[in-house]
């Protein structure tokens, strides 16, 4: 399927994690439009994602690390990619941050669970074959009306939801030069979500291209910063394809993970 960059761009900016859900399950027509999606949206040989519509708590039972305690999730989505594949986990952030901003458009809620999860009962519950990994997974249901002071600490009303300025994310081309595709790309990409909002992403512009990289090949809290950078490729790409810019990506070896090129801009109108 086509990236739906309108709805997906509308949610960027309101997306927050959440951890606390209403035990029953979503609307069937939600739902559905949910599973659809999971099964359209495969923007790259070797990763699915998978929804489950059976409580949650097996998966996320006991477990909060970073993320504070998922709760009460009547559903969740998992993203798998191939064990073989060396760019699995951009290619599966970039796949989950589409289920992620569609869930978002609907209404329903979500939250990135990469490190602190039970791999093997979501691969069970999801069907992962063989050769398989689940690099991370998402909760998905009707949040719970209220915020929990949890969840007001480890997300956008607290600090964990501050963003980094882009002149200390880029290098390269001078920003007054940068294409309108490139501008509003960038900005999007500022505001992807990371493991405790750590932004391992860093950006390089040429005239017709941005490379993703990460900021040290090191990874923390049990989870790839790759992983991180596929989201903010995903969240790149919708910016650019809104101000006009379709390109194609292009993996890359570390420590650069893509590169996103356009040969030419369309009228976003």
Not at 103 to 127: I, K, N
Request: charged share 25%; glycine share 10%; hydrophobic share 45%.
């Amino acid at each position: 399927m086509d990236i739906p960059f309108e709805a997906w761009y509308a949610t960027i900016a309101a997306r927050r994690s959440r951890r606390r859900f209403d035990p029953a399950l979503p609307d069937g027509t939600l739902l559905e439009r949910m599973r659809e999606v999971c099964e359209q949206f495969r923007p790259f040989p070797g990763v699915r994602a998978v929804l489950v519509t059976r409580a949650a708590e097996d998966v996320f039972k006991g477990l909060a690390g970073a993320y504070g305690k998922v709760k009460d999730a009547p559903a969740f989505v998992a993203f798998i990619g191939r064990a073989d594949d060396p760019a699995v986990q951009e290619k599966v952030g970039y796949l989950g941050e589409g289920i992620v901003l569609e869930a978002t458009s609907l209404g329903l809620g979500t939250c990135w669970v990469g490190g602190f999860f039970r791999p093997e009962v979501a691969a069970a519950l999801a069907g992962a074959a063989s050769g398989e990994i689940i690099p991370a997974v998402t909760p998905l249901g009707n949040p719970v009306a209220a915020w929990t002071a949890e969840e007001r600490l480890m997300t956008g009303f607290g600090r964990t939801h501050r963003r980094k300025p882009l002149t200390a994310l880029v290098a390269g081309m001078p920003e007054p030069e940068w294409p309108a595709w490139v501008r509003q790309g960038l900005t999007a990409a500022r505001l992807a979500p990371s493991a405790v909002n750590r932004q391992p992403w860093r950006f390089r512009v040429a005239g017709d291209s941005v490379t993703v990289a990460v900021d040290d090949p090191r990874n923390s809290y049990h989870i790839s910063k790759r992983l991180d950078c596929g989201i903010a490729m995903l969240h790149l790409e919708v910016g650019a394809q809104k101000a006009g810019g379709k390109g194609r990506w292009e993996f890359l070896a570390e420590p650069r993970v893509a590169r996103f090129a356009v040969a030419g801009t369309t009228n976003p109108d």
